[in-house]
């Protein structure tokens, strides 16, 4: 096949893209690094024109110019599968949602639930010799969002790494639409931040638990950079990698040697993710890297395929953690902060993992913009917040002043375990709190601040 022929026949311009919307369509953007960018521009540029256009994506890394067309909400709206910060400021806005997802069903839900996409946006790495464009780190679920789109336009954008794996990781030329060649921008990227004095004293109480030959899942943040920073610097070895985000801690961890691979029953000696976020150094290691294996968002967290993987270490974050034990990591009350993204599939299959744990990582406190210290963990959750993990679920809670394994306890246990590890200033309030909730016992009055 000539496939640089039918590559000619497909081009168009960024603009000429834009003008496929039309009032009233769904329109799908690529997952964080894959957000178009040059065909974005132009979008907005015909949005005033238009009505009810209904944009789906996620983990934005940077704000796209949709978000910028005067009175926004008069034009479209932002359904986000996995809020970041620049996706928050819709809500406030008027013209953001946020679309509860369990993320190892996105691509199903594209597949069967969802309305197909009029048009879908997303930026690709260049077609290679056999007419394939890979979506770079960002496999997840684009492959069952380009099947069902009415039309599927590329962006291609030689910064964009080309990402290895097993399947469905890019799209053939034959498949594809419309080509738009970019103008080469950058990829986003999401600095991994310095960890606190907090995320460090986290992080040693995790890194303790973690055996060599242990299979490793990083959430975003502080405290999970933390964590493979210290891995990085420890003695541990044969470490694996299975994980639903690729983040810069994983590159330094496996520069450092801690990382091979052979202990994984499956996928032995690759290191496995369904998208990737971080800085040019992660884009570059992962770029070509036969090591690296991108793989859809529904293999990568099925709880299945996690409890397979023997010693399995899982770290998140969260919001907040009631007495209860369940965990909050998506909201605060009403206000919508993240996504479910796959926290419980991995919180599941940690636990059915042999010799698996599952570690929910909060600081103690927090303090808002006045000022005012507020303790994470709670009497009970704030009304109206999400309940990302339920407490039968909750396997260990860490603060800096301590790691408690919940399973198995009962509500006056659970009470006293998550009270141990609260800021010591907030230990007797919740104490008093317990009673009233009558999960409290007498027996606890033993209980030392």
Not at 189 to 211: F, H, M, R, Y
Not at 218 to 242: Q, T, Y
Not at 265 to 278: C, E, I, N
Not at 304 to 319: E, G, K, P
């Amino acid at each position: 096949m000539d496939y640089r022929s039918e590559y000619e026949n497909k081009k168009i311009t960024a603009a000429q893209a834009a003008e496929l919307i039309h009032s009233g369509d769904w329109v799908d953007y690529g997952w964080c690094s894959g957000t178009p960018h040059d065909i974005d521009i132009e979008v907005a540029k015909r949005l005033p024109k238009l009505e009810d256009v209904k944009f789906r994506g996620g983990i934005l890394l940077t704000r796209p110019a949709i978000f910028d067309v005067e009175n926004a909400a008069e034009h479209m709206t932002w359904n986000s599968w996995h809020m970041t910060g620049v996706e928050r400021a819709t809500v406030k806005a008027g013209f953001g949602f946020y679309a509860p997802a369990r993320y190892s069903e996105l691509p199903r839900y594209y597949r069967e639930n969802v309305e197909p996409g009029d048009v879908a946006y997303l930026v690709v790495s260049p077609m290679d010799n056999f007419g394939y464009f890979s979506f770079g780190p960002s496999a997840s679920h684009l492959a069952d969002l380009c099947d069902k789109a009415k039309k599927v336009v590329v962006e291609v954008n030689e910064n964009m790494p080309r990402c290895l794996g097993g399947f469905r990781t890019g799209i053939h030329i034959s498949q594809v639409d419309y080509i738009v060649e970019s103008t080469n921008t950058p990829i986003p990227e999401l600095p991994s931040g310095g960890a606190t004095e907090v995320d460090q004293k986290v992080a040693e109480l995790i890194v303790n638990e973690i055996p060599d030959g242990a299979c490793l899942q990083l959430g975003i943040g502080g405290m999970p950079n933390a964590v493979g920073s210290l891995i990085a610097r420890s003695d541990l070895k044969h470490l694996g990698v299975h994980t639903e985000m690729y983040v810069d801690a994983y590159v330094d961890m496996a520069k450092a040697g801690k990382i091979d691979g052979m202990n994984k029953s499956l996928d032995k000696g690759r290191q496995v993710y369904a998208f990737g976020a971080g800085t040019k150094k992660l884009y570059d290691y992962l770029n070509d890297n036969p090591e690296c294996m991108s793989a859809p968002v529904d293999y990568t967290n099925d709880v299945r395929v996690i409890a397979q993987l023997d010693n399995f270490i899982s770290i998140n974050n969260t919001v907040d953690v009631d007495l209860y034990g369940q965990v909050s990591a998506e909201s605060s009350g009403t206000r919508q902060i993240s996504g479910a993204g796959g926290q419980q599939d991995f919180v599941m299959g940690a636990y059915l993992s042999k010799g698996g744990k599952s570690f929910i990582c909060c600081s103690s406190t927090y303090t808002n913009h006045q000022g005012e210290t507020f303790s994470r963990i709670v009497p009970t959750l704030k009304p109206g917040s999400a309940v990302t993990d339920t407490r039968p679920n909750t396997h260990y809670v860490v603060t800096e002043y301590g790691l408690v394994n919940l399973k198995g306890l009962n509500t006056w246990q659970r009470a006293e375990a998550l009270i141990s590890i609260a800021h010591p200033d907030f230990r007797q309030q919740l104490v008093e709190q317990a009673e009233k909730m009558q999960i409290w016992k007498t027996h606890n009055n033993h209980f030392e601040f």
